[in-house]
T-cell receptor, first 114, second 114 residues
Framework: EPEVTQTPSHQVTQMGQEVILRCVPI?????FYWYRQILGQKVEFLVSFYNNEISEKSEIFDDQFSVERPDGSNFTLKIRSTKLEDSAMYFCASSVDSRGYGYTFGSGTRLTVV | AQTVTQSQPEMSVQEAETVTLSCTYDTSESDYYLFWYKQPPSRQMILVIR??????QNATENRFSVNFQKAAKSFSLKISDSQLGDAAMYFCAYLDSGTYKYIFGTGTRLKVLA
């Protein structure tokens, strides 16, 4: 069964450093998403991406965050200057369309900011 | 704004028994989708079942079924013949058909007792 692949599975970074989280969505999917889950809390929407541009973003997704699909297969989330409160599990997801079939989530990247 | 509420932080069920997880939501939309996701200790988000709001018939996937009450804005998950592998965090989610983003509940941790 096709999978969404995320790398790395765990990343530790120093506060103030830039991090890039990488995702390879399912090849025929057109919609891409990032969500995050702070430990013990619910999963929160960050951003959706379609046709090489952001479709929707949450209030969490401020100027410190950016997304990119640099080469037609990877989908990346960049955090420019990490804060302690950015420590969370980050999930990438993709879907074949925008309605109702549900996403396929990746297995997540655990980001720890120290 | 849409909200999703899961009022049971934790539930326990005996192996082979049946358990029902509750979810209520609030929306002014008439067209939307509802989902249950399972998050095992690996923290991957796994789609369990989906329901289209325009369908009156309750969705069923093997041992998993839902009780969708649109007027009451209720969407409960029933797990029959519970297995040890069902132990996980279960998230109810609402898919906003305008923004195509999920709104998740806070989750219910299901323990399966041998």
């Amino acid at each position: 069964e096709p999978e969404v692949t995320q790398t790395p599975s765990h990343q530790v970074t120093q506060m103030g450093q830039e991090v890039i989280l990488r995702c390879v969505p399912i090849s025929n999917h057109l919609y891409f998403y990032w969500y995050r889950q702070i430990l013990g809390q619910k999963v929160e929407f960050l951003v959706s991406f379609y046709n090489n541009e952001i479709s929707e973003k949450s209030e969490i997704f401020d100027d410190q965050f950016s997304v990119e699909r640099p080469d037609g297969s990877n989908f990346t989330l960049k955090i420019r200057s990490t804060k302690l409160e950015d420590s969370a599990m980050y999930f990438c997801a993709s879907s074949v369309d925008s309605r109702g079939y549900g996403y396929t989530f990746g297995s997540g990247t655990r980001l720890t900011v120290v | 704004a849409q909200t999703v509420t899961q009022s049971q932080p934790e539930m326990s069920v005996q192996e082979a028994e049946t358990v029902t997880l509750s979810c209520t939501y609030d929306t002014s939309e008439s067209d939307y989708y509802l989902f249950w996701y399972k998050q095992p200790p690996s923290r991957q988000m796994i789609l369990v079942i989906r329901q289209e709001a325009y369908k009156q018939q309750n969705a069923t996937e093997n041992r998993f079924s839902v009780n969708f009450q649109k007027a009451a804005k209720s969407f409960s998950l029933k797990i029959s013949d519970s297995q040890l592998g069902d132990a996980a965090m279960y998230f109810c989610a609402y898919l906003d058909s305008g923004t195509y983003k999920y709104i998740f509940g806070t989750g219910t941790r299901l323990k399966v007792l041998a």
